[in-house]
């Protein structure tokens, strides 16, 4: 029994360690980062923008591009189709060695879209990360980048598939 107890005690005050961290930050603002305090202040780590070309129209990719944050569990913060613009809400990053190596961790997503011409769009893809603590130059931040590059690639080709299985929503396809 004593055995049990020596193992299961320390998972114990492991798991309840970010219990007790996340109990320093206040609730969270509209865009769904907790407001800073002067003696815990947002460290933004802007990551590489990502870009791929579509075939459809900026009005096409918009509603899809939207979509596929849904279907990803993000929530979208700000919508501005003049622009071509998609911002998610910031949200947590739960991960144990992500916490472990960077602390409390959030990220938001943003899409911009340019046109190119009648039926061509850039689709700029750009996460960012926001921590107490300094990212540059942490030991997981190769990881973390690899995994962004990663999800960057999966979300893109998600719309581009969603697109190209779903031609009815085309302006290519419209009278």
């Known amino acids: 029994m004593l055995l049990r ?3 299961f005690l320390p998972l114990i005050l492991i798991a309840a360690l970010p219990l007790a961290a996340s109990a320093k930050d206040g609730p969270p603002g509209p865009d769904g980062l907790p407001r800073a305090t002067p003696k815990r202040p947002w460290k933004i780590l802007v990551g590489a923008p990502r870009i791929d070309t579509l075939s459809f129209a900026p009005r096409d990719v918009i509603p899809v ?7 990803d569990r993000w929530e979208v913060f700000t919508l501005d189709t003049a ?3 998609i911002v998610t809400k910031w949200k947590p990053m739960r991960h144990p060695l992500l916490w472990l190596f960077m602390g409390k961790v959030r ?5 911009k879209l340019q046109s190119l011409g009648p039926n061509r769009t850039r689709m700029v893809f750009q996460g960012d990360l926001a921590s107490h603590r300094n990212l540059e130059g942490n030991p997981m931040l190769g990881a973390a980048k690899r995994a962004y590059a990663k999800a960057a690639s999966k979300y893109q080709a998600e719309v581009r598939a969603y697109l190209n299985t779903h031609p009815r929503l085309s302006s290519l396809n419209r009278p």
């Open 83 to 85: 622009r071509g613009e």
């Open 5 to 7: 107890t020596g193992f």
């Open 107 to 111: 990220a938001r997503c943003t899409v």
């Open 65 to 71: 591009a939207r979509r596929q944050f849904e279907v």
